[in-house]
């Protein structure tokens, strides 16, 4: 239901621990994802940014259902994606997707494009007569022509693969595609046309994107707003121009403060925050050992703030 009806995609409190050390007395779990609420609207792009193992895979998979979650709710449409008839569970198949970062290693290397893009189709039941037109269409709707259908990956540059996995992505349609890092493994030159071709499905079809990346520099052109993650809880969640212009969190601040929007390049690496030297704290704020801001109320932990349509996770917000 688009308009007044309920968001295409509505997060809450979402969470999800990894086993990680086992033994005959004790089990030892990481949580890679704490707590997490978001929401996808129809025809948005909501970008996930945050440094390398702060858990934005793991939200990627969980909403798509590729992996369990351990508590919270994830609503499609609506609709609790855990409370699911069969026949409901099928139709939230088909209408979300996922493109992972390295086409490489998502794309079948024994298949030909055609094949590859055809197989959700089968899976789906979808006659073979359709299912021509249709393969067909995604692949020059991903900006390749038809001389690639009887291609192999290997015979394609990184860029054509990625545009292979994202005519996969689109072939039945969906409302929701899931772009984990769709950029990362390619060449600079090549990223933006990556990026372009999704800011068209977008426009063009009305698909949403859950964009997910560490390069703020990419996020802050595609996204029309963006999430902030560090350690698996979300630090600030807006309107991506208002976050990058005055951003709250201390952490967003640290992240975008050196981001002239014209100097992009001049951003700050998400890794090199230092660390500050604190005494351990248990449940406070997880930012406290880098926060340049830090004080003692930190060592608990601060509530999500809303201000003005933004949210941000910090005491002092
Ligand atoms: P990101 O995509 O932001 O780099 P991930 O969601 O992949 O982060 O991972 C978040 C954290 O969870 C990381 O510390 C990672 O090592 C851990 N993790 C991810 N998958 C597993 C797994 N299957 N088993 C154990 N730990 C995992
Ligand atoms: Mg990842």
């Given at each position: 239901?688009?308009?007044?009806?309920?968001?295409?995609?509505?997060?809450?409190?979402?969470?999800?621990?990894?086993?990680?050390?086992?033994?005959?007395?004790?089990?030892?779990?990481?949580?890679?994802?704490?707590?997490?609420?978001?929401?996808?609207?129809?025809?948005?792009?909501?970008?996930?940014?945050g440094e390398s193992g702060s858990g934005k895979s793991t939200i990627g998979k969980l909403v798509l259902k590729l992996i369990q979650k351990d508590s919270?709710?994830?609503?499609?449409?609506?609709?609790?994606?855990?409370?699911?008839?069969?026949?409901?569970?099928?139709?939230?198949?088909?209408?979300?997707?996922?493109?992972?970062?390295?086409?490489?290693?998502?794309?079948?290397?024994?298949?030909?494009?055609?094949?590859?893009?055809?197989?959700?189709?089968?899976?789906?039941?979808?006659?073979?007569?359709?299912?021509?037109?249709?393969?067909?269409?995604?692949?020059?709707?991903?900006?390749?022509?038809?001389?690639?259908?009887?291609?192999?990956?290997?015979?394609?540059?990184?860029?054509?693969?990625?545009?292979?996995?994202?005519?996969?992505?689109?072939?039945?349609?969906?409302?929701?595609?899931?772009?984990?890092?769709?950029?990362?493994?390619?060449?600079?030159?090549?990223?933006?046309?990556?990026?372009?071709?999704?800011?068209?499905?977008?426009?063009?079809?009305?698909?949403?994107?859950?964009?997910?990346?560490?390069?703020?520099?990419?996020?802050?052109?595609?996204?029309?707003?963006?999430?902030?993650?560090?350690?698996?809880?979300?630090?600030?969640?807006?309107?991506?121009?208002?976050?990058?212009?005055?951003?709250?969190?201390?952490?967003?601040?640290?992240?975008?403060?050196?981001?002239?929007?014209?100097?992009?390049?001049?951003?700050?690496?998400?890794?090199?925050?230092?660390?500050?030297?604190?005494?351990?704290?248990?449940?406070?704020?997880?930012?406290?050992?880098?926060?340049?801001?830090?004080?003692?109320?930190?060592?608990?932990?601060?509530?999500?703030?809303?201000?003005?349509?933004?949210?941000?996770?910090?005491?002092?917000?």
């Amino acid at each position: 239901m688009e308009g007044n009806g309920p968001p295409l995609l509505k997060v809450e409190n979402l969470s999800k621990k990894y086993l990680i050390k086992k033994t005959l007395f004790h089990k030892e779990y990481f949580t890679a994802v704490d707590k997490v609420s978001f929401e996808i609207n129809y025809g948005e792009i909501l970008g996930v940014v945050g440094e390398s193992g702060s858990g934005k895979s793991t939200i990627g998979k969980l909403v798509l259902k590729l992996i369990q979650k351990d508590s919270g709710e994830i609503l499609f449409k609506g609709k609790d994606i855990y409370r699911m008839s069969r026949k409901e569970e099928k139709i939230f198949r088909r209408e979300s997707s996922v493109v992972f970062q390295d086409p490489r290693t998502s794309l079948n290397p024994r298949l030909t494009v055609y094949k590859i893009v055809e197989e959700p189709l089968i899976v789906h039941g979808v006659g073979r007569k359709d299912r021509k037109e249709k393969v067909v269409e995604a692949v020059k709707d991903a900006g390749l022509d038809e001389t690639f259908l009887n291609r192999y990956p290997s015979e394609l540059s990184g860029g054509q693969r990625q545009r292979v996995a994202i005519a996969r992505a689109i072939v039945l349609d969906p409302d929701l595609i899931v772009a984990d890092e769709p950029t990362s493994a390619l060449d600079v030159s090549v990223q933006l046309q990556i990026i372009k071709l999704l800011e068209k499905l977008k426009k063009e079809k009305n698909i949403s994107l859950m964009f997910i990346s560490h390069d703020l520099n990419v996020v802050g052109n595609i996204a029309d707003r963006i999430v902030v993650l560090y350690r698996g809880k979300i630090m600030e969640k807006g309107i991506t121009r208002d976050v990058i212009k005055n951003p709250k969190h201390p952490y967003t601040r640290i992240l975008f403060e050196s981001l002239p929007p014209d100097h992009p390049s001049r951003r700050k690496d998400l890794k090199n925050i230092p660390e500050i030297e604190r005494e351990d704290v248990a449940g406070g704020c997880p930012f406290y050992h880098r926060c340049p801001q830090a004080e003692d109320q930190c060592k608990k932990e601060p509530e999500m703030r809303k201000i003005n349509g933004r949210e941000v996770y910090c005491h002092f917000a």
